[in-house]
């Protein structure tokens, strides 16, 4: 019986000394951990990523230590941005807070500016009008809508899908265009005010917002054909920065990095605030605390966003939007002029500001990066003693080495990225 | 159908258990707006927190948040501020631990009982230096390592800081280099080797950062 015996000629190759190129055949060359330096497989090697790096979202720095491409440890450093708004707070009447809750998290300053308002209102045990509360969910569902769409984009261009960020940023552009016109303001809103609203919305401004309401799953769609079953998209996602659901609680994690690790638990829906829980809607809830799932509820979060609004749109009836109260509302300026009590008030107010008894309140709001929390504690005078914040992507990046560990160095980019972090609410 | 308490009876419920527990360890309670405080005594404070996270009747698994008042009236006792939750319950509870503002600002590390008080107990460091005592890596957070004015959110603090801000620019920008690291980090691998040995030796004698 004969053998046929193959010979293959391998080789690897390389320079030698004398500058010409040389075939080595395999086997021969050394193999890594006899190369150059011997311990290679062993040697750690430091990363700095940021803080001026596109995919940090933000001013976010990164000390990798790396074994190869694994991740050993990961050191997150912040306060880039940090600008005291919790000191500046204590200097400011109620209502001049509010423009500063705009610039923590700026990619949902509506949602910020209600919740502001309703930590101050549930210090004074203020009740706001019908119209008022309306008003206010549908902000707070549009910032939903366009902080996840920012986080769809920008995570879908960190994990190389460049097309699906263009649409988002269309439909996102929309919203911005509803909140231009009913606050004058894309991104610095300010929209709520202790016991009402900054303004009522422009006339035509629902008809604009329902078109939105009634276009917008048609975007969704889209990114759900692009991505759910996008074979890239899942080899990049599922199975990766996993956290379950006891861990995700001990790491007190909020929002839909809580919600995905498989734990029902929404603001909304448990401690409901502006009558939630008569809206009809779903909190979607994952069960592997991955990436995937991650994207999974937020994708599913905005779909029940817009059902919101929509109910929203339907209930929404004219009607007064401040409280009849003058010790909170600023009298209209045609009265202020010609009655001697409105002006005494306009004065009061516009002087000393809201004044809410001395006490303290902790007032959690579902926003969209997780539950945003205002702490006010008062002394019974004009200006909050502390005002303390519970930012939820601060929260949720201190989990970051947890579910970086053992992760390949891209892998760190994509889990940084489902975090959902905006530095604005980290650093303060 | 059974009655639910509301979160206000729940968490009254836990007050009442509390004191069976602990009796004068716990302090003074109170209500606003619907939400219970409970004040601790700072030498147990750890005990009575762990005993709420695990006890089976209590469950406060989520530590909402970990923050510190500093009131105007200078009378008043510092306070490090506990937010706890019971997902299970929907039941909040605040609890507070008041610190002398003259005497040593110190309280129990709670990172042993929820991972996430780490960078909420770092932040209060930072702003108001409460030290927590067998917290693993109680650096500063928001301002950077090298930051020598003190404690930004404590009322001694005046608002724009204690030096002027052409101070502050002329030794931001007179910073050593190897400040923007932490030994820790410089020393990872062979990093730390490959300084120059001058650097080195500060780095030892910890004069990393240090402004002129």
Same mark, same amino acid.
């Given at each position: 019986m004969s053998r046929r015996t193959l010979e293959l000629s391998v080789s690897t190759p390389t320079m030698g000394a004398d500058g010409q190129v040389r075939n080595v055949p395999l086997g021969v060359a050394r193999r890594p951990s006899e190369s150059v330096s011997d311990d290679f497989g062993a040697e750690h090697m430091l990363v700095n990523i940021g803080?001026? !790096? *596109?995919?940090? !979202? +933000?001013v976010l720095r990164l000390v990798v230590e790396l074994e190869g491409e694994t991740v050993k440890r990961i050191i997150p450093h912040v306060g880039y941005l940090h600008s005291g708004f919790e000191k500046l707070g204590e200097y400011r009447h109620y209502n001049q807070i509010i423009p500063l809750t705009d610039r923590t998290d700026y990619l949902a300053p509506m949602a910020n500016n209600v919740a502001m308002a309703m930590a101050v209102e549930a210090l004074m045990g203020i009740e706001i009008t019908e119209r008022c509360r309306l008003l206010r969910v549908i902000a707070c569902e549009m910032s939903r809508i366009i902080s996840h769409l920012v986080w769809l984009g920008t995570t879908g261009i960190d994990l190389g899908a460049f097309t699906p960020f263009l649409w988002m940023f269309q439909q996102r552009e929309r919203i911005y265009n509803l909140q231009e016109s009913w606050t004058g303001a894309r991104l610095t809103t300010s929209v709520a005010r202790v016991g009402g609203m900054m303004a009522d919305v422009p006339e035509g401004w629902e008809a604009g917002l329902r078109d939105f309401v009634q276009t917008f799953p048609t975007t969704l769609r889209e990114v759900d054909t692009m991505f759910t079953r996008n074979a890239i998209w899942i080899g990049r996602t599922q199975g990766v920065g996993v956290i379950g659901a006891e861990e995700a609680i001990n790491y007190s994690l909020s929002g839909p990095m809580l919600r995905a690790s498989g734990v029902a638990y929404d603001v909304r829906k448990d401690? *409901?605030?502006? +009558?939630?829980?008569e809206f009809d809607f779903d909190v979607p809830v994952g069960a592997h605390g991955d990436i995937y799932d991650r994207y999974r509820v937020r994708l599913e979060e905005m779909t029940q966003s817009n059902r919101i609004l929509e109910q929203a749109l339907d209930r929404?009836? *004219?009607?007064?939007?401040?409280?009849?109260?003058?010790r909170v509302i600023l009298p209209p300026k045609s009265r202020a002029m010609g009655d001697m009590e409105a002006m005494i008030f306009h004065f009061k107010q516009v002087m000393e500001g809201v004044k809410p008894p001395a006490g303290e309140v902790y007032f959690g709001a579902e926003n969209p990066k997780g539950e945003l929390g205002y702490y006010l504690v008062s002394?019974?005078?004009?200006? *909050?003693?502390r005002w303390r914040i519970r930012p939820p992507s601060f929260i949720n990046l201190a989990a970051l080495p947890r579910l970086c560990e053992g992760a390949l160095l891209s892998d760190v980019i994509a889990i940084n990225a489902s975090v959902d972090i905006v530095m604005g609410e980290i650093d303060r | 159908m059974t009655a639910v308490a509301t979160p206000l009876e729940g968490a009254a419920a836990t007050v009442d258990a509390m004191r069976a527990a602990f009796g004068d360890s716990i302090g003074r309670t109170s209500q606003f707006a619907g939400q219970q405080v409970v004040s601790l005594a700072a030498e147990r404070a750890h005990e009575i927190l762990a005993w709420l996270q695990s006890d089976p009747e209590q469950r406060f698994d989520y530590l909402t948040d970990i923050t510190a008042v500093e009131y105007r009236d200078a009378e008043r006792p510092l306070e490090v501020v506990y937010q706890l939750r019971s997902l299970a319950r929907r039941v909040d509870l605040r609890l507070k631990i008041a610190l002398d503002p003259d005497g040593p600002l110190a309280v129990a590390t709670v990172t042993d009982i929820w991972k996430g008080a780490e960078w909420l107990e770092r932040e209060v460091w930072d702003m108001f230096g409460v030290t927590f005592r067998g917290h693993g890596d109680l650096r500063r957070i928001l301002m950077w390592e090298g930051y020598s004015e003190g404690h930004p959110l404590r009322k001694s603090f005046p608002l724009r800081g204690h030096r002027s801000r052409a101070e502050q620019t002329r030794q931001a920008l007179a910073a050593n280099p190897e400040a923007h690291y932490s030994l820790e980090e410089l020393s990872i691998a062979d990093a730390y080797q490959e300084l120059p040995a001058d650097m080195r030796a500060r780095l030892a004698a910890r004069e990393r950062g240090e402004t002129p």
């Open positions: 803080p001026q !790096h *596109p995919a940090t !979202h +933000g401690r *409901p605030y502006l +009558g939630y829980d929404l009836k *004219p009607g007064p939007v401040n409280v009849a109260d003058p002394d019974g005078t004009a200006k *909050p003693v | -």
